[in-house]
């Protein structure tokens, strides 16, 4: 396991425990000389764990699109920003980049991202392992859904176990890295 590519939120959110998450990610992925691939971003959880990487003598790839490289929006320490076009493109080379994938508390960014590389997953297109950081059960409902839309039909029960889901930073990344 060489990198990770972590999805999250660009906000903190409410709740301490969610920075503290991120910050724990980030530095057990640089203990383990793991790679943090992600969307660049300098604030909110997205910050957090790249300070964590960085903090910790790990190494950063940002990915970010041209249009939100910003002086506010941009991580200002990353060793390795590569910038391209547009979304579709820095999805594409974030998990070309990426030997596994987290998704930490965040938005609608970060829920589009999970379920993409999940359909890529279901779809054969890869591999690489999938994971949840159901931090203070903040993916509780998400989980229920996928349930919901397994019990109904519409997801096959294999491709509901592609979601790996742990409430800490350590297990999930164990987890992770068994089955890459």
């Known amino acids: ?12 959110g409410i709740r301490p425990v ?3 998450a991120a910050t724990d990610l980030g530095k057990l992925l640089a203990e383990r000389r793991i790679e943090l691939v992600y969307g660049g971003g300098g604030q909110g959880l997205m910050g957090l764990v790249a300070n964590a990487v960085l903090a910790h003598g790990g190494h950063v790839i940002g990915v970010i699109p041209h249009a939100l490289k910003t002086p506010e929006a941009v991580h200002p320490g990353l060793p390795d920003l590569r910038v391209v076009a547009g979304m579709h493109e820095r999805k594409a080379l974030m998990a070309e980049l990426a030997d596994g994938f987290i998704a930490l508390p965040g938005g609608f960014g970060t829920y589009e991202e999970l379920c993409e590389v999940l359909t890529w997953s279901q779809l054969g297109f890869h591999g690489k392992p999938i994971g949840l950081l159901n931090t203070a059960g903040f993916y509780d409902s998400l989980l229920h859904f996928f349930d919901h839309a397994t019990t109904e039909g519409f997801v096959r029960p294999a491709n509901r176990q592609l979601v790996l889901v742990e409430e800490t930073a350590a297990t999930l990344l164990d987890r992770i890295i068994a089955l890459a």
């Open 18 to 20: 969610y920075a503290a």
């Open 1 to 12: 396991m060489k990198r990770i590519c972590v999805y999250c939120g660009s906000r903190p």
